[in-house]
């Protein structure tokens, strides 16, 4: 009997946990019973991902850095990757605005569903601009400035990405500096780190369509009002929609240029988009990303571990197309005098400076999206009603965009691999290999 697809396994997981969350929430005592003793199995299986996600990046980059044994590689494939990032996030802006340009999912709400939705989320909306105001007032070059550790021991602790990367080329770099016969047992080292994380991550995916069961229930059970999700529906309508055609944009470059099919290409990378949906986080998604990317799609670990980590943090194209999108709409709904091509130009610039910024977690976008509107001028005091008009479909929304990220991310890899010619046939690996070795 042919072995069901890690892939199909989760797809149940995801189908059944959404099924039993919307029995719950109409059970008395369901939401507790879910809370209690369902959702914290998702909760550890994405703690089992962060845990690994350090040691994955340092061990992957230092490793790739010090096999291209040559220090004029990295500026090359640093400068295709960022460009090539660059130039993704600003086509899913342009997507973002057109699609909310032409569907106006903004014009037509009554005022009783914008007041009844101000009361709602009106508190989750003044801490989303707290958070903005800290993020603007660490000054204009705070982000460059994050980049370099004082204690990269303390950047291992709170998986700064940037730091722990930063980190790794340094130490890839220097081992290039010092020539091979002192850098190898450190190379070899990292080398088998890299090997037993990768078998980690093969493990833990074991537990994946019962962990996505899990952490799908407790979204369900988060939702507090249909009635508001439905009459949201147009936006999230347009927002899903520009992802999808997102995904086609991916589907292309991977045919054209990488010479994949782009069936072969969503199949290998699936468990990923399936996990970055259930957990709607890129950076607890990585360590899979990682190993679908670099076993199942054959982008060499230099590639990878360089692209996919910085990917993590600064490409965020499904944040983006969201941003633009949530921009518009907000202003179609409460500030129709500030939908000006100049404003719009304002939010495509904003937008991919804010996807740079914006951190690997759930719900960051909507912390960028204060400061996309600020930057047009949005009147201060709309603003906390403006975010709690899409905050009742944010968390959905937010598992799709993830989605999005990290499709993006794999297809960047993939493109710049084959640019250097570090694409190859794929070799999976399974997690019982060696079973028979030591059993």
Request: charged share 15%; glycine share 8%; with cysteine.
């Amino acid at each position: 009997m042919k072995k069901l697809a890690l892939h199909w396994k989760i797809i149940i997981g995801m189908v059944l946990g959404i099924i039993f969350g919307f029995i719950m929430n109409s059970v008395d005592g369901g939401k507790g019973f879910v809370t209690n003793w369902i959702a914290p199995f998702g909760t550890i299986f994405i703690n089992l991902l962060k845990l690994i996600a350090v040691p994955l990046i340092l061990a992957s980059l230092i490793k790739g850095i010090s096999d291209l044994k040559d220090i004029s590689k990295i500026k090359s494939m640093g400068l295709r990757t960022i460009g090539i990032y660059i130039a993704t996030t600003l086509v899913a802006i342009v997507i973002g605005l057109s699609i909310v340009n032409v569907f106006k999912p903004g014009d037509g709400m009554s005022k009783e569903t914008i007041e009844k939705i101000k009361i709602t989320y009106a508190d989750k909306a003044d801490v989303m601009i707290g958070k903005a105001k800290v993020t603007q007032e660490a000054g204009p070059l705070q982000a460059l400035v994050d980049i370099f550790p004082s204690n990269i021991f303390k950047s291992f602790a709170e998986a700064s990405m940037l730091q722990v990367i930063f980190f790794a080329l340094f130490v890839g770099i220097c081992l290039l500096l010092i020539g091979d016969k002192k850098a190898k047992p450190l190379v070899k080292f990292f080398d088998s780190l890299n090997e037993v994380v990768m078998k980690m991550v093969d493990l833990i995916m074991l537990f994946a369509p019962y962990a996505v069961f899990a952490l799908l229930a407790n979204v369900i059970i988060a939702f507090d009002d249909v009635e508001i999700l439905i009459k949201l529906l147009y936006y999230a309508f347009c927002v899903v929609g520009g992802l999808i055609i997102m995904i086609g944009f991916y589907l292309i470059l991977v045919s054209v240029y990488a010479k994949k099919s782009p069936m072969w290409f969503l199949k290998q990378i699936s468990p990923a988009q399936l996990l970055a949906f259930s957990t709607s986080s890129s950076a607890a998604t990585l360590p899979v990303t990682m190993e679908r990317v670099e076993e199942h799609l054959g982008v060499d670990k230099e590639v990878s571990g360089f692209v996919l980590p910085v990917g993590a943090t600064v490409n965020m194209d499904g944040t983006s197309l969201y941003q633009g999108i949530a921009a518009v709409f907000i202003m179609q709904v409460i500030w129709p005098e500030g939908l000006t091509f100049t404003n719009q130009l304002v939010i495509v610039l904003t937008a991919l400076l804010a996807s740079i910024g914006s951190a690997a977690v759930p719900s960051a976008g909507m912390v960028m999206l204060v400061i996309v509107l600020e930057s047009i001028g949005f009147p201060a005091e709309l603003l906390p009603i403006g975010l709690a008009l899409i905050f009742a479909v944010d968390r959905p929304l937010d598992m799709c965009r993830t989605v999005v990220n990290v499709t993006g991310d794999a297809t960047v890899s993939m493109i710049v691999a084959k640019s250097l010619g570090k694409l190859h046939d794929p070799k999976p690996k399974e997690w019982n290999d060696h079973y028979d070795e030591v059993k």
